[in-house]
């Protein structure tokens, strides 16, 4: 008996099994400190999880232990977490700590998103039509989509955090696979289950996901179009039924909280568009929609090799589909980029996360492209029309092969080169921390450090050390109400200047674990006119503080540094930020009244001001 050995799916095997270990490596890469916010507000919220003693308590919303009364992400990824924990602390008692649970958070995280190469190929293999004995051209299509996404800057990042984003790619990508398998399977039931299924998990790990009912409804209407028969919008319905119900198991606050689900949903949409201001999203102030997602995803989500080939390929099967009028099951994932891309992208907040559940659909159509420029090379090169009908393995000559090979090679390698290189990072110790085991070496206990609020103090606890003996300096707010950190998103008045000019010379040293301040202050100049003067002064050594330490980390591999300065500040501002420590000059230079000139002197205040004096204590 002859034993036949399938490679293909074994390299699939394969591929999934790199990812995972790409995904996993470095997961402690904070050391414990929980730097992400998003990630440490989750968790938060999964530490507070309890069972509820009885279904009276279970349906009073106000007071069930389980109701997260959180819904700015879905409560599914709180949920899984909570029971994931439940079931393995007996046999891993460290799970009871907030750092070992997040690392646990981490691990599914890349689990998910290595659940999501093996979705992508899988993909592949429903769309491309390949009637060769054994489907070389839609495997070849696969393995390739699989290779890239292994490599992908952002998912591998991302898969680094326990910030739903990971889960709700996954359960998008299987959704859209479900949609898939509708339009072609002569057994539906199933796929229309497996779509609400996957439907009703993404709404309850991110509400963002509600646009998947475009391709869901083009899938029963293609189904439709293909059979000329009505029966299958009954299944439609059932996949919405099992959607609404799979949603309520996951997420049950959602019915029995509605009003403060609607309302935080609701928020989490103004802020989205800009109708709300806070802080952290005002780094996007004068950005241009789409183009800057476009830029960011090209240049760092995807990397610049895969992210142009994705485009190339989004911008052939338009046209390909369009010129042909084609109403092919393409038309599924297809509908889902353009929709959830023309939403998302208009949106103010442009985060490059919001753009990931793309990621997978655009890897897949640049290997698809990336495959069919080869089928182009072989006819242009052979002039063997007649043989090479779009079969990949049919009359390829020397030259079309070594070209077409060599173009797959470039985006593959660039892919992975970018995809390392950012893992990279967390083959050294975070910027945050060695800031930190800076500080411990080189300031003595008691000094008074500030920081700026909207961002973490430092220093943080590591190698046994104790934050505690140092002093955050403390002011009195408009309020007067004590406060410590440095108000500088407040707007812009004389009394901030004569707060930052009173607390100043009492500080030893002003702490910048990142650089999200000063990065996104001065793109709202006309708001933020003292600030951005008051940066300038700092920067150039005229505040009576000098730069002593400054720790940089950025993407690298092979003695080559790429410079993701320039990239959206999520990218960098979580896991590899510039951190800067600024010391006090001995003796300091300037009295309150001295430095409070200064930082007022050639401001254009962004209000009428009636006064430019400020009170001191005398000496």
């Known amino acids: 008996m002859k034993l036949v050995i399938r490679w293909r799916p074994l390299a699939l095997i394969a591929l999934t099994v790199l990812g995972l270990a790409l995904r996993l490596y470095g997961l402690n890469w904070d050391d414990g400190n929980s730097f992400h916010p998003d990630e440490r507000e989750i968790l938060f919220h999964v530490v507070a999880i309890a069972r509820p003693t009885s279904w009276a308590q279970f349906l009073d919303a106000a007071h069930s232990p389980l109701n997260p009364q959180f819904f700015a992400y879905g409560s599914f990824p709180i949920y899984l977490l909570a029971a994931v924990g439940a079931v393995l602390k007996p046999f891993f008692p460290a799970l009871g700590n907030f750092a070992t649970l997040t690392l646990l958070g981490r691990a599914i995280s890349a689990l998910f998103d290595s659940g999501t190469i093996v979705l992508t190929a899988l993909l592949a293999l429903l769309l491309v039509e390949d009637e060769q004995p054994g489907r070389p051209r839609a495997w070849a299509v696969a393995l390739l989509a699989a290779a890239l996404v292994v490599f992908t800057p952002l998912q591998l990042q991302l898969s680094h955090f326990y910030a739903v984003d990971t889960i709700l790619v996954f359960f998008i990508t299987l959704t859209v696979l479900a949609c898939v398998a509708l339009v072609k399977s002569e057994h539906p039931l199933r796929w229309a289950l497996l779509a609400g299924l996957g439907y009703g998990l993404a709404l309850a790990t991110k509400f963002s996901a509600a646009p998947l009912i475009v391709p869901l409804g083009l899938a029963f209407g293609l189904r439709w179009w293909r059979q000329g028969s009505l029966q299958g919008w009954g299944l439609f319905l059932l996949s919405l039924v099992t959607t609404v119900l799979v949603f309520f198991v996951a997420m049950p606050y959602a019915f029995l909280d509605a009003r403060d689900f609607i309302q935080q949903v609701s928020f989490q949409g103004d802020l989205a568009r800009g109708l709300i201001d806070l802080p952290y999203v005002r780094q996007f102030a004068g950005t241009i929609p789409y183009l800057y997602e476009l830029q960011n995803m090209v240049l760092w989500g995807q990397g610049l090799t895969l992210g142009l080939t994705a485009l190339a390929g989004l911008l052939w099967l338009c046209w390909y589909l369009l010129s042909r009028r084609l109403l092919s099951a393409w038309l599924v994932p297809l509908s889902w980029v353009v929709v959830y891309g023309a939403i998302t992208g208009s949106f103010y907040v442009k985060f490059m996360r919001y753009m990931l559940p793309l990621y997978p659909f655009l890897t897949l159509l640049a290997a698809l492209l990336l495959l069919q420029i080869l089928v182009w090379l072989e006819r242009w090169l052979t002039h063997r029309r007649g043989q090479v009908e779009g079969k990949i393995g049919a009359g390829r000559g020397p030259l079309a092969r070594a070209i077409g090979y060599g173009l ?212």
């Not at 967390?426 to 921390?433: A, D, G, K, L």
């Not at 590591?462 to 440095?486: E, F, K, M």
């Not at 009394?495 to 100043?504: M, N």
């Not at 230079?589 to 005398?618: D, I, M, N, R």
């Open 408 to 619: 797959v090679g470039v985006v593959l390698a660039g892919t992975a080169f970018q995809g390392l290189a950012l893992l990279n990072v967390y083959s050294e110790p975070n910027t945050r921390v060695m800031a930190s085991r800076w500080i411990y070496a080189h300031l003595p206990p008691g000094s008074v450090l500030t920081y700026e609020q909207w961002d973490d103090p430092l220093p943080v606890p590591v190698d046994g050390h104790d934050p505690s003996i140092y002093r955050q300096a403390t002011y009195l707010n408009a309020a007067g109400q004590p406060q410590t950190g440095l108000d500088l998103y407040g707007d812009d008045t004389p009394q901030k200047a004569c707060t930052l000019a009173k607390l100043l010379p009492t500080v030893d040293a002003i702490t910048m674990p990142t650089d999200r301040l000063d990065k996104s202050i001065p793109r709202l100049p006309a708001r933020y006119p003292l600030t951005i003067h008051y940066y300038q002064l700092l920067f150039s050594g005229q505040l009576g503080f000098h730069l002593a330490a400054q720790f940089v980390v950025r993407p690298h591999l092979f003695g080559i540094t790429l410079d993701d300065s320039g990239a959206d500040e999520s990218y960098s501002v979580f896991d590899h930020p510039v951190a800067r420590i600024f010391v006090r000059d001995t003796p300091y230079p300037y009295t309150p009244q001295q430095l409070f000139e200064k930082l007022v002197t050639g401001v254009h205040w962004p209000q009428p001001v009636s006064s430019l004096s400020c009170a001191f204590s005398a000496p």
